[in-house]
């Protein structure tokens, strides 16, 4: 009888950012008592293609396809800055593909798996950094490389283009940055010792590709969501039903939470004012900073209510990723996976985390700053 109560505990407890949505939709629809309005609040688009990516995501996990394919790329490199290096850049460039939080949980497993394997786990922390950096703003490239992005990309019906024309300047500074901080890693002789076989099924592995580019075309608009899902929903259904199983729903739900909480926001005259009153005086630094306490999931949803200028708003809920180890959801994935294998270096961990992010963010902000100010 107390092992449901428990798992439940555990399963909030485990998802503290969709339990902290989910209170403060509850007390705000309060303050606002659910009406016909509620309706308008939520997204389905973004929800439906953030379901279909995540659903072929896993299905590509299941078959060990991104794993694969990095020990593949990691084994051409035979030096510690090297192979870190490439783990790095895989991480990146995994993220414009299938977002910053399926990136980690694809790739930091094999970070550790490399590091491990050749008796360097002493690089493990600052690799974990690095590669969490990497996510949080190698993503912010493409409408689906961050959650906040596709939220945005569909919220304000942005041009593929003039987003991604918006983003490209800030993604070839943090290129730049990761680059030049991973030149400091040693260049000592590294062997990965690897002896899995597992070979991709050709059929399989062709077909979730095929879905995959069908979930991309739905991002960009060139099929209708409600179709795309299907074919999805279905194929999955026939396919592998575990990859519907491991769909990460705790964030689909946050997504829900916080539609309700920022709609009913947006309907309070008092918070509507302040919030428009300082977004008018700098929407990238307020953006930015409110990522630094409330995520930038919920920070892009929230805000997208009181502002038009999604320029600004779509550059500070990305680069505001990075800082605090709350400003991402991502964030929370590499501290978890990080605590798994190394339970007692939290506090070294936290404070090299926020240098790094820190630095990251500052340098960021006064570059995007300036290019605004052009």
């Not at 790329?73 to 460039?93: D, E, H, K, P, S």
């Not at 279905?234 to 396919?239: C, G, H, K, T, W």
């Not at 939470?257 to 300082?278: E, H, K, L, Q, W």
């Amino acid at each position: 009888m107390l092992r449901l109560p428990i798992r439940i505990y555990a399963f909030f407890r485990g998802n503290m950012v969709m339990s902290i949505a989910m209170i403060a939709a509850i007390v705000t629809s309060i303050i606002v008592p659910p009406d016909k309005t509620y309706l308008g609040y939520f997204d389905l688009k973004t929800l439906a293609c953030l379901f279909s990516v995540l659903a072929v995501v896993c299905a590509l996990r299941n078959i060990k396809f991104f794993t694969i394919l990095a020990r593949k790329i990691v084994q051409c490199f035979g030096t510690v800055r090297m192979t870190l290096l490439a783990l790095i850049y895989i991480t990146f460039i995994g993220s414009m593909l299938i977002a910053n939080d399926m990136a980690l949980l694809t790739f930091l497993p094999l970070g550790f798996f490399v590091l491990d394997s050749t008796g360097m786990r002493k690089y493990m922390a600052v690799t974990f950094i690095m590669q969490n950096i990497a996510a949080n703003l190698g993503g912010m490239l493409t409408p689906f490389g961050n959650p906040q992005n596709l939220f945005l990309y569909s919220r304000f019906d942005i041009p593929t283009w003039d987003f991604m024309k918006v983003m490209f300047p800030p993604f070839v500074v943090a290129i730049i940055l990761i680059t030049v901080i991973c030149l400091f890693f040693p260049n000592e002789k590294m062997k990965i010792k690897d002896s899995d076989d597992t070979k991709l099924p050709f059929w399989r592995t062709f077909i979730y590709l095929v879905l995959f580019a069908l979930s991309v075309a739905i991002v960009f608009r060139t099929i209708p969501y409600q179709l795309g899902l299907v074919i999805i929903l279905v194929s999955m259904l026939f396919l592998d039903r575990d990859a519907l199983r491991k769909v990460d729903y705790p964030l689909l739900l946050t997504f829900t939470c916080f539609f309700i909480f920022s709609g009913n926001m947006g309907r309070i005259d008092a918070v509507r004012n302040f919030f428009s009153a300082f977004l008018e005086l700098d929407t990238l630094l307020f953006s930015a900073i409110s990522c630094q306490v409330i995520s930038n999931v919920p920070s892009a949803i929230l805000l997208s209510q009181f502002t038009d200028n999604w320029q600004s708003l779509l550059v500070g809920v990305n680069i505001g990723g990075a800082g605090t180890l709350i400003a991402s959801l991502a964030s929370l994935i590499t501290f978890s996976e990080y605590q798994l294998h190394n339970p007692h270096g939290a506090k070294k961990y936290i404070a090299l985390f926020s240098a790094f992010n820190f630095g990251f963010l500052i340098v960021l902000y006064l570059f995007s700053h300036f290019v605004q100010g052009l």
